[in-house]
């Protein structure tokens, strides 16, 4: 079976015009703006983003996050708090679904259940 190319894109970015939008969104923030929110994006394209439309709910909350914090001159520091690790893995809660690191933590619960006698 294979999967074309945009039913691919579909899946790990979400619509093509939504993912579009949310570049559009971030490329027109002020300067360290953009580059915190190009950072937290490619954070989260290794450690926790969705597919499909939670990663378009994502994209959309990450562009309201960034474009609220420039428009109120909220400092970079203020948005992230000491840690942007803690932040960032904070942020990624709040999208569950999809998450490849979501899956393979209820997978490995289940092994070890299943290998320690349990029913899950």
Same mark, same amino acid.
């Given at each position: 079976?294979?999967? =074309?190319i =945009?039913?691919?894109?579909?899946?790990?970015?979400? #619509? !093509?015009?939504?993912?579009?939008?949310y !570049? @559009?969104?971030i490329?027109?923030?002020?300067?360290?703006?953009?580059?915190? @929110?190009?950072?937290?994006? $490619? &954070?989260?394209? &290794?450690?926790?983003?969705? #597919?499909?439309?939670?990663?378009?709910?994502?994209?959309? #909350?990450?562009a #309201?996050?960034?474009?609220?914090?420039?428009?109120?001159?909220?400092?970079?520091?203020?948005?992230?708090?000491?840690?942007?690790?803690?932040?960032?893995?904070?942020?990624?809660?709040? &999208?569950?679904?999809?998450?490849?690191? =979501?899956?393979?933590?209820?997978?490995?619960? =289940?092994?070890i @259940?299943?290998a @320690?006698?349990? $029913?899950?």
């Amino acid at each position: 079976m294979t999967m =074309s190319i =945009s039913k691919f894109t579909a899946k790990v970015i979400g #619509d !093509k015009r939504q993912w579009r939008q949310y !570049k @559009a969104r971030i490329r027109a923030l002020p300067e360290d703006y953009r580059a915190a @929110a190009e950072a937290l994006e $490619r &954070y989260l394209n &290794y450690f926790g983003r969705g #597919d499909g439309a939670g990663a378009a709910a994502m994209n959309e #909350d990450l562009a #309201d996050l960034f474009e609220q914090g420039a428009a109120n001159g909220t400092p970079i520091r203020d948005i992230f708090g000491a840690d942007p690790v803690e932040f960032v893995e904070a942020f990624i809660q709040n &999208y569950p679904e999809g998450q490849w690191i =979501s899956r393979e933590r209820q997978r490995f619960v =289940s092994a070890i @259940a299943h290998a @320690a006698g349990e $029913r899950t």
